[in-house]
């Protein structure tokens, strides 16, 4: 990364901050009619005005992180609402919308989408004129094109047919004009997604010196950005091209051993074990030697697995977090999930469901503790009585430290543990069963070591298969080895808690694993009504997603229950209607 002084670095880092935030000022030039050629042409005549740009689109892309969340959780089986909650986000949850509901209105996403290809446009211009290098562009257009695939994914899993659209329009009312824009179905868009992402010329995080990527005390905006891989992964992923999704993912994996410190090399999106001694780690964990006591759980804004989501962004936050959008202080857009789910500083509308802490009340930790703590202990606390998600909540209700309100928080998009379970989906339909079953429990290592194991090890605790599902998980003293991955710990084994499965499992059986530890470990974080919706359409049993759903509404004594599961058995009335 460039090297510049702290004074330079904080302005830069201030510029940025004001440009990705601002709703109000860079970004509403691209909202300008595709007539205003002058007008547009004035406002990219260099790298900066690309640069602000690229940081206008990520501004308005941020208008979206309430609606994602609400949309992937509330109508799936982990959350649900409160007393608090509108009758908006009853008909979320009930899969039953009214023509004026905010939440399931597209327009916002064709905000973003016809920002992007404003951009877009404006960056072929400006590369026809030379006012920036091809490199410039490639890595600027890579990053916007891929901002609208995400956007596109996103419409897809929740509209169902709709227009793919991308070049600028007149208004972003023609859009619902099918006659100038007909609408094509999910599995016709994921091939274009495809096409389009694929031929991206530049699949890489930002390069090294680029004026978008600066670090100051370990605050790092490369990962406001972004993971082209990732995105490409999960492209895959739905389009049941596992082995592509596969490898996909397992770059990213493997950024670590791209270069680095040691620290890195080992760490960076591995999963890594505990570090029982000082607890400097992302996993549960509890004081050594006092491991049967629950009370000595390491809970804290700054060790073990809460502090995913509570540190700052430190050496340790960047070995789990691959793209995450922080909402600030001082800059808008205002952070949307105080509102949202604070019972103390907020108007407490969503909560857990009943099923999803049933599910956590459910498992087993190695201790033999009956709860799995990343449930009751993490993502959700009891406060004066009421189940409160907290994921969103510890940096904002951190004690403040300035006079201005803290209203601090992220928007999570993609974290090393997410990374390793899409992976360990797309492994088993790879019939790669066994990787599968490692990534999901307890990590390479132990998951190829022999019993009783063997002192030296030189010839064990590796796959021996070939790329993407190739991994050297060595850790042995005589001789004295350490491989790349001898730190990864499996999602489970990070977690604490006993393993689930085995080895000789079927396809189905390790998948319905997989997608249960998705719940367990990714709750809340915008995922859920994706997983279910993927692994429903790739079985064709419109059941698996239509019970989960079912067994929510019933627990609570819905009286809905019954025929919201009789609706989500026709595929059909899975999306929302596309109109506003």
Known sequence: MMTISIKTKKSILLGILALTFSLNSCSDYLD????????????????????????????????????????NEMRADLMTTTRNSSPYLKEIS???????????????FFVVIQNCNNVLKNFDMMLEKKRFTQEQYDQRYSDV??????????????????????????????????????????????????????NLPYKDLYASGSSLVITIDGYNTAKFFINKECLLGDLHLWKGNYNAAAIHYKNVMETGTKGGTDTELYNTYRVKFAEVTTHDDLAVGYLRYSEQDATTLINSNTQGWRSIFARDRDALWNTEWIWSLPFENNF???????ALFS???????????????????????SNDIPYDARGPKFTYNIINGDPVIMKYLYSSEAVATTGIANTKGQWFLYRAAKLHLRYAEAANRDNQQKVAYAILNNGIRRAYTPSPAPTDVTDVQQTKLPFPYDFDARMG??????????RNDGIRGRAFMKFVGAVGDDVITTENNIIQEDALELAYEGNRWEDLVRVALRRNDPSFLAEKVYQKLNSEGNSKADEVR?????????????NW
């Open 94 to 108: 009930e899969h039953n919308v009214s023509a004026d509901n905010p939440y399931a209105n597209p327009k916002d």
């Open 566 to 578: 009789s609706k989500l058995m026709n595929v059909n009335n899975w999306y929302l209607p596309f």
């Open 332 to 338: 808008a857009p205002k952070n949307p999930f105080i």
């Open 477 to 486: 003293d005589y001789p004295f080895y350490r491989a790349n991955w001898h």
């Open 343 to 365: 019972s103390k500083n907020g108007d407490y509308l969503v909560k857990p469901s009943n099923t999803a802490i049933a599910l956590w009340d459910n498992q087993k930790q």
């Open 145 to 198: 094109g891929a901002i609208r695939s995400w956007v596109y994914l996103q419409l897809g899993i929740h509209y169902g047919n709709i227009p793919y659209i991308t070049e600028p329009i007149e208004t972003i009312e023609d859009a619902k004009n099918i006659s100038k824009y007909p609408r094509i179905p999910f599995n016709q868009l994921l091939d274009q997604l495809i096409l389009f992402t694929e």
């Open 32 to 71: 300008v009619q595709p007539e205003d050629k002058l007008i547009e042409e004035q406002m990219y005549r260099n790298i900066y005005d690309a640069d602000a740009a690229v940081m206008g689109v990520y501004g308005k892309f941020m208008a979206l992180a309430e609606k994602n969340v609400i949309l």
